[in-house]
């Protein structure tokens, strides 16, 4: 019984090392490549773009986190890092990562956008507007999500004197790979 055993364990590494693959993946496979040791990295701004927009937030700003490892901490990688974590509801770092961005360069409307939906999260209308007015100056009018998030700030700016039984409830959506907007939920 033992022979028959060992004879077909046998029978099999003969038949995978004849493999036309041998022991190796095929292109095919289901399974991640190897590592190439003298490959080079992707960059992990793209990285973490493609995992915001896959919902992978936490992932997309240990990305983002590498990318300012490696390219330092420009206002794109700011406002990458900004945006990460306003996904991830961190609004005080959202909030401190896109006010350096801005001081960085500030003719860059996605951080001006991102930076007035957090000052809309945080309560503080009257600075959001004046934000969502600046993006949408630096943005010419073309963006639909920086108009949107205006109006509705204004909005909200000259209703604040409503009970707060009146209230209406927010969700922020993304559009595209960095930048939000603010809508009304349904009652």
Same mark, same amino acid.
């Given at each position: 019984? %033992?022979?028959?055993?060992?004879?077909?364990?046998?029978?099999?590494?003969?038949?995978?090392?004849?493999?036309?693959?041998?022991?190796?993946?095929?292109?095919?496979?289901?399974?991640?490549? +190897?590592?190439?040791?003298?490959?080079?990295?992707?960059?992990?701004?793209?990285?973490?773009?493609?995992?915001?927009?896959?919902?992978?937030?936490?992932? @997309?700003?240990?990305?983002?986190?590498?990318? @300012?490892?490696?390219?330092?901490?420009?206002?794109?990688?700011?406002?990458?890092?900004?945006?990460?974590?306003? #996904?991830?509801?961190?609004?005080?770092?959202?909030?401190?990562?896109?006010?350096? #961005?801005?001081?960085?360069?500030?003719?860059?409307?996605?951080?001006?956008? &991102?930076?007035?939906?957090?000052?809309?999260?945080?309560?503080?209308?009257?600075?959001?507007?004046?934000?969502?007015?600046?993006?949408? +100056?630096?943005? &010419?009018?073309?963006?639909?999500?920086?108009?949107? &998030?205006?109006?509705?700030?204004? #909005? %909200?700016?000259? &209703?604040?004197?409503?009970?707060?039984?009146?209230?209406?409830?927010?969700?922020?959506?993304?559009?595209?790979?960095?930048?939000?907007?603010?809508?009304?939920?349904?009652?």
């Amino acid at each position: 019984m %033992k022979l028959i055993h060992l004879g077909s364990v046998l029978s099999l590494i003969v038949l995978a090392a004849c493999s036309s693959g041998g022991l190796g993946a095929s292109d095919d496979s289901p399974y991640a490549p +190897a590592l190439d040791p003298r490959g080079e990295a992707v960059d992990g701004l793209l990285v973490g773009h493609r995992l915001m927009e896959a919902g992978e937030h936490d992932l @997309a700003l240990e990305a983002f986190t590498r990318a @300012a490892g490696t390219r330092g901490m420009t206002s794109e990688v700011l406002t990458a890092l900004g945006s990460a974590n306003l #996904a991830l509801g961190r609004l005080n770092q959202s909030e401190k990562l896109l006010r350096r #961005a801005i001081e960085a360069e500030g003719d860059w409307p996605e951080a001006w956008n &991102n930076l007035g939906v957090v000052l809309i999260e945080r309560g503080k209308i009257a600075e959001a507007v004046e934000v969502f007015r600046r993006a949408y +100056a630096l943005d &010419n009018g073309e963006s639909d999500s920086i108009r949107d &998030n205006l109006r509705l700030a204004l #909005a %909200k700016l000259e &209703n604040s004197d409503y009970d707060e039984d009146l209230k209406q409830e927010y969700k922020l959506v993304r559009r595209g790979s960095s930048v939000f907007l603010i809508v009304p939920t349904s009652g």
